[in-house]
Every structure is written in C-alpha cells, then in structure tokens.
C-alpha cells in the first residue's frame, strides 16, 4: 500500500487549498483514508476523518466549519478541502490509510504518505 499526497502550498489568510491523497496497492472502494497534520516542532494530531462506513465525518475542533474530506473512488483518491486557513494551520499534512481503532489517534493507521505542506501567511 502506498500513497501519495500533493498539492499544499503557500497562501495568505482566508484562502484555500485542496490536498489529494492517491492510493495504490488497494482500492479506495474498500478502504478508509483520513488527514493528519504536524506543525513544525509539534506532534502529528487528527485533522478529520471519515468512518469505515462513510456514514459519518469526525472533525477536530480546528477543522470543523473549515474544512472537508471527500473520495473518488474511481480516481482511488482522497481529498481534503482545507478554506478560510489561518496562519495555525501551518503544517505538513498527511493522508493515512485506515486500520482499526479510533479514528482520531496515529496509532490505528497502518500506512501513511509522505505529507505535503501547507504554510498559511500574509
């Protein structure tokens, strides 16, 4: 399983970015992928995540309001729409592939992306 996350970049505040995270090795049809991201210095923390049934969304605090996850499963993608950033949102942002457990903590992936950073300043 690998995958394969792009399209962060630099913006100024209140502007917006959409990250993509392709899978390979599996089908996306079957899987679970969520986002993550790791300030400089600081630990990785759950950003948001949508459950193996895709019957609901978990958002941390941050994100809710903000941001969004969506898939095509077609593509074998991941998306996350990252709007009205703020300079805390400053971050390497990773995709991670679903194992078991709570969605919310590192330890129930089984594979992760090599990250992409998002920085967010005027």
């Known amino acids: 399983v690998q995958l394969q996350a792009s399209g962060g970049g630099t913006v100024q505040p209140g502007g917006s970015l959409r990250l993509s995270c392709v899978l390979s090795?599996?089908?996306?049809?079957?899987?679970?992928v969520n986002w993550f991201r790791q300030p400089t210095g600081k630990e990785r923390e759950f950003v948001i995540a949508?459950?193996?049934?895709?019957?609901?969304?978990y958002y941390a605090d941050s994100a809710e309001g903000r941001f969004t996850i969506s898939r095509d499963n077609a593509k074998n993608t991941v998306y996350l729409q990252l709007n009205n950033l703020k300079p805390e949102d400053t971050a390497v942002y990773y995709c991670a592939y679903y194992f078991s457990g709570t969605y919310q903590s590192t330890t129930s992936y089984k594979f992760w992306g090599q990250g992409t950073e998002v920085t967010v300043s005027s």
């Open positions: 090795g599996r089908t996306l049809d079957t899987s679970t």
């Open positions: 949508e459950s193996w049934t895709g019957g609901r969304i």
